[in-house]
């Protein structure tokens, strides 16, 4: 995802805090999305609980991010079409004050321009209840803010030209990803991950001056735990809803030599199951590739995948909205990722299917 110039007070903390000047959770690290370890722990880590586990951790590393589509009617008559992103990023080392980054990103589809912003902030007075709280969780880096509470969420932010207050409304229970919401990563540490994979959208966007009430679909990730950022790799990270009322989340990391070392493929029926399926079901296809004016990243850019398992068949296309989806953040993570809005078309067990997703590419700019 990506890379930065801070100033100095931040160079001082990055080299207290991090392994190197890379926000934990972005690469250039593979430590956002885990390897998978068949490794037994000797001593159990606990369960994840809901909704004690929506709120923040006493741990290393932690974020809550959301990516979604949603559509506004203008007034004449027309449907403008949109993609969004928004995270916020927690880290604690030792007994330091907590440090938060955020990015906000806007996919104007309709007007085929791409806008994002970032910020970063030491909180000294961060209350961080380490998963006792019942009341879900509340953060808010400066006036951008996120709350939620079994799956009721509420976003706001905004930056030069538009502004957002969105309403999100789970669907479906939170997907415990690997079985159980733990993913151990060996070594490095582990990571407890959870997806809320379909939230109805509503809420207002003011696009350039002009308020907008929106309607959309979301996807919401939470991750914690005790790791840290790794040198080198990267990942591809897939986000699919159908509108068969089916998801599936898939990622392929790849260590420093460029190397895929681990797949995971994850598919939820409309009926809220999750199924974690072999790597070999899976077969993914690069279609082309978009090379970054500003980092010189060679981006993969479309993709053709094929799933078979006995119980499913899928043939999809995803086709990014927008070439460019690249946030250069170096001022608040350090690093630049591609994180895109995609459109999708295909077959599911012979039924036509379509739908829309998001896409993260990781590790593709190495400035």
Request: proline share 6%; hydrophobic share 40%.
């Amino acid at each position: 995802m990506k890379k930065w110039l801070f100033a100095i007070s931040l160079f001082l903390l990055c080299s207290l805090w991090l392994s190197s000047c890379s926000f934990p959770g972005i690469v250039t690290t593979n430590a956002q999305l885990p390897l998978l370890s068949a490794t037994p722990r000797a001593t159990p880590l606990p369960p994840v609980r809901f909704p004690q586990d929506e709120a923040p951790h006493r741990d290393l590393t932690e974020w809550w991010y959301y990516t979604g589509h949603f559509d506004a009617a203008m007034p004449n008559g027309q449907t403008h079409h949109y993609g969004f992103e928004f995270v916020i990023f927690q880290a604690l080392r030792s007994d330091l004050p907590p440090v938060y980054a955020a990015h906000f990103a806007i996919t104007d589809v309709t007007r085929g321009q791409f806008f994002y912003a970032q910020r970063r902030l030491t909180e000294p007075h961060a209350v961080i209840p380490n998963g006792t709280s019942t009341g879900g969780f509340t953060i808010a880096v400066g006036d951008w803010t996120m709350q939620g509470l079994n799956g009721l969420d509420h976003i706001e932010a905004e930056m030069p030209n538009y502004a957002s207050r969105f309403t999100l409304q789970a669907l479906k229970p939170p997907v415990l990803h690997n079985g159980n919401g733990l993913i151990s990563t060996g070594l490095s540490g582990f990571s407890y991950y959870y997806s809320r994979t379909r939230m109805v959208l509503s809420g207002t966007l003011i696009d350039h001056g002009q308020s907008l009430q929106v309607t959309g679909t979301a996807w919401m990730d939470h991750q914690w735990g005790n790791f840290l950022p790794q040198a080198g790799g990267g990942w591809d990270w897939f986000s699919i809803q159908l509108n068969n009322d089916t998801e599936m989340m898939l990622y392929f990391i790849r260590d420093s030599t460029g190397k895929t070392v681990s797949t995971y493929v994850s598919y939820i029926d409309a009926h809220a199951h999750d199924t974690l399926l072999p790597a070999s079901a899976l077969h993914m296809t690069v279609l082309g590739h978009w090379r970054s004016p500003v980092t010189g990243a060679n981006y993969p850019s479309g993709w053709h995948l094929q799933v078979s398992v006995s119980h499913l068949s899928l043939t999809l296309t995803l086709t990014p909205e927008l070439k460019d989806q690249e946030l250069v953040v170096y001022q608040s993570t350090g690093n630049a990722y591609w994180e895109g809005a995609v459109s999708i078309q295909g077959e599911s067990n012979g039924q036509p299917a379509q739908g829309e997703g998001y896409v993260e590419l990781t590790g593709y700019a190495k400035g």
